[in-house]
């Protein structure tokens, strides 16, 4: 499953500003909820939708040297406010964002 690494704007205060390059970290976790911390995807691809168009894709490397649980750095700047929606192949969850 693909998971949030940062602030979503639902559980969280959203850190999402239209017009400015910002970095996600997304998370691959198990089919119990449990971050994948070795075996994981060197790489991950992601698209972003909102209103159900694509509005970004992008591979994203995974980073793992020296942390307990490796990250995939995103970086997307959104064209405007509001509700955006990751989505990657490998998950069957997407994740909501604002």
Do not use: C, W
């Amino acid at each position: 499953m693909l998971g949030a690494g940062f602030a979503d704007g639902f559980a969280a205060p959203s850190v999402l500003i239209a017009g400015i390059a910002q970095r996600l970290p997304l998370v691959v976790f198990d089919e119990n909820g449990t971050p994948v911390r070795s075996g994981g995807p060197e790489s991950i691809d992601v698209s972003i939708y909102r209103n159900d168009a694509v509005v970004a894709t992008a591979t994203v490397n995974r980073h793992a040297s020296g942390i307990p649980t490796p990250y995939y750095p995103l970086t997307f700047t959104a064209p405007e406010a509001g509700e955006y929606e990751a989505r990657a192949a490998f998950s069957a969850r997407s994740l909501k964002f604002m």
